[in-house]
């Protein structure tokens, strides 16, 4: 049986118990959360979240582009979030990932080299940092008061705040 053999047939049973079809479109804690998609970090178990109480945005590094903006303002302005939650972690890929060196061996590989970019960086905190700086300067976003940065340590399980 393969990986995603498996998967759906997790999906079976979980179809099978379900009860949680009149949950609300919109987040009950009314808070987004970006988070890389590193699969050693769980933000539901991390940050104690159920379904339906978080819109959880992932990507390589948890990093904040165009399309995390647009997710954002979505679940903003459609949706009625109003805090943000970043989680990068430490260990993390794209830690000290060179944007060039890969979309060289992409381009080796399949002739073609890449159009968007890794966003690697060199300094965890500092990207952090520069997440909640483009997310505060973003004018598609109402709501930017409450925009908090954490790092997550994958030894030891903690949540450490950047300030």
């Known amino acids: 049986m393969s990986a995603t053999d498996a998967l759906i047939e997790n999906a079976r049973r979980y179809a099978a118990s379900f009860d949680k079809g009149g949950l609300a479109r919109a987040p009950a804690r009314r808070v987004a959360v970006v988070a890389c998609m590193d699969a050693r ?28 903006i647009r997710s954002l303002a979505i679940s903003q302005r459609a949706l009625g979030t ?9 260990d993390c890929g794209v830690l000290g ?35 909640i700086t483009r997310i505060k300067a973003s004018p598609f976003l109402a709501s930017k008061a409450s925009v908090r940065g954490f790092v997550y340590d994958v030894e030891d399980g903690s949540l450490r705040e950047i300030t």
């Open 82 to 90: 109003e805090e943000i939650v970043l989680v990068h972690h430490t």
């Open 41 to 68: 970090l769980n933000p539901y178990a991390l940050l104690g979240l159920r379904e339906g109480d978080a819109h959880v945005i992932r990507n390589a590094g948890g990093v904040v582009t165009d399309h995390e």
């Open 97 to 131: 990932f060179s944007d060039d060196e890969f979309k060289s061996r992409l381009e080796a590989e399949v002739g073609v080299r890449p159009s968007w970019h890794g966003h690697g960086f060199t300094d965890l905190d500092e990207d952090v940092r520069d997440a």
